[in-house]
């Protein structure tokens, strides 16, 4: 076929504690999201121990979509959408994440939420895990290095799917489950596994150690989902940034695929149910003791995913460094600038090619079914005197991916569920969690400073992207 199917699913993306707000509302707890500061472009945002009185958190009250949903719900409708991405706060259902009984008012904030959806035809894609560990399983547990978290995490998500199993197909359980594998990030560590690390500790091991519990928790969830409910599709979600060699040196190419090793076993193990070989060597010559049991085998095997969730927002180039085997080869201790690209005010690399090698990659590799629930452009907007938003930029990197994206189905054949850029709605910014790095198609007046007044306003990308829905990918 030459272009989309009827079927293909357009929508946006978004997450519970980027949005919501209302962090002590309906017997919330606090969770990893309500313990971060505001940092700057380059610089990580900080993580307090436990909410510190003078200190402004801007994911407490973040858009306020917990009170505004059904005006915000309205907007998407007019744009088209056909479905929508946020994830469960794992603390508005276990305000702890260890009490015995859900919190019926969280169960009941989602249940009206997936109503709202349903009754304006949008289907609802939820990630049951993104970046919102209760932060009690910090303090008390050290986050998801203790194997105690898997069992509870595994109780979280079936209160999820028993009480929405008529309500939500699609689910993925540990979003982003890869970022850690940059683990001298003290954030990506935190928000991925609520790690954090003492000076001397072993922190690549920590890491191992936690994203392994995640796999466990992640295949034990997805077998116990169709247990519960057979139509349910559950995949995983991972971070694409592809890595490509600096040079035609085989030197920079081997490096760049060890680096693409580093960071995409994780998908090996949610598709395959097992390790591959050159992690389990890796291990075996750094002297890492990862703690795997039989029964850990054996539900890894028992729970591999339905399709790959992934996102997508820029490329990556590494060069072999000299001093570095290629055991500790990594993206960023060798990573260079790609001079063929251009980045945003970021640093982010633009790459729209990027993401049909992607797609074709995933697809080579896995065989699986791909559905992009993530892509698009951090940028500063500037509202008129009329109060318009002209985001030409914005619309000119979603419409290159777009396209690269319908050349990756129509020409080269992957098997693509659907198309939900992230932060359709302006929301906080994950890594530095700043306000003014805006993705949306929707204008939320509010800065950095914790000033505005919330109001919602259409950008020129709104209009854009409704027709492109509209004309299923055809009017870019
Ligand atoms: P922000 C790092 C690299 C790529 C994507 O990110 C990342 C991160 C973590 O910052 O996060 C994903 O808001 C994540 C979303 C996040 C979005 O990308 O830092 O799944 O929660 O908001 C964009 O610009």
């Known amino acids: 076929s030459n272009s989309l199917s009827k079927e293909f699913l357009w929508g946006g993306a978004v997450a519970a504690h980027q949005l919501e707000g209302g962090w002590q509302e309906g017997g919330k707890g606090i969770s990893v999201a309500d313990v971060m500061t505001v940092g700057k472009p380059g610089q990580e945002r900080a993580i307090t121990n436990g909410v510190m009185p003078d200190e402004y958190y801007p994911n407490h009250d973040a858009i306020d979509f917990y009170h505004r949903y059904k005006g915000d719900i309205a907007l998407l409708k007019e744009m088209g959408f056909k479905c ?45 895990s993104h970046f919102e560990l209760p932060y009690n399983l910090v303090t008390k547990y050290g986050g998801f290095r203790n194997r105690k978290l898997i069992d509870l995490f595994v109780k979280f998500a079936a209160t999820c799917f028993t009480r929405y199993q008529n309500k939500v ?18 954030f990506l560590v935190f928000t991925n596994s609520g790690l954090r690390f003492k000076p001397g500790e072993n922190r690549e091991e920590g890491m191992y150690q936690s994203a392994h519990n995640e796999l466990v928790a992640s295949a034990r969830v997805v077998k116990l989902g169709h247990e519960i409910n057979p139509d349910f599709q559950i995949g995983c979600m991972i971070a694409m940034g592809p890595v490509y060699p600096a040079t035609m040196n085989p030197d920079d190419v081997l490096a760049a695929q060890k680096a693409m090793e580093k960071n995409y076993f994780f998908a090996d193990v949610h598709v395959n149910g097992f390790y591959p070989e050159f992690l389990k060597k890796y291990w075996a010559r750094k002297g890492f003791d990862i703690n795997i049991t039989p029964q850990d085998e054996a539900d890894l095997k028992a729970g591999t995913v339905d399709y790959i969730g992934f ?30 690209l251009e980045a945003s005010d970021w640093g982010w690399q633009i790459d729209p090619k990027g993401l049909r090698y992607a797609l074709n990659w995933f697809t080579d590799k896995y065989h699986l079914p791909l559905f992009i629930v993530e892509n698009g452009f951090g940028a500063y907007d500037k509202v008129e005197a009329d109060g318009k938003i002209h985001d030409s930029y914005r619309i000119d990197y979603l419409r290159e991916h777009i396209r690269q994206m319908i050349l990756a189905v129509v020409e080269d054949g992957v098997d693509l569920i659907g198309y939900t850029p992230w932060g359709c709605i302006d929301l906080v910014s994950a890594g530095t969690g700043e306000m003014d790095k805006r993705y949306g198609f929707i204008y939320v ?4 400073k914790n000033e505005g007044t919330l109001k919602r306003s259409k950008k020129d990308s709104f209009y854009w992207f409704k027709d492109v829905i509209a004309s299923n990918g055809e009017n870019l």
Do not use: C
């Open 445 to 448: 007046d509010k800065n950095n």
């Open 169 to 186: 197909k699609y689910w993925m359980t540990f979003n982003e489950i890869n970022n850690q594998a940059n683990y001298d990030s003290d």
């Open 84 to 128: 929508f991405r946020t994830s469960i706060a794992w603390t508005r259902i276990y305000p702890t994440g260890e009490e015995s009984e859900p919190n019926e008012a969280g169960l009941k904030f989602y249940d009206d939420l997936f109503d709202e959806l349903l009754k304006n035809d949008i289907e609802p894609i939820i990630t049951l």
């Open 311 to 340: 996102s997508y927002y820029m490329s990556h180039a590494v060069k072999k460094n000299s001093e570095t085997p290629f055991d500790d080869m990594t993206p960023q201790n060798s990573q260079v600038k790609n001079t063929y």
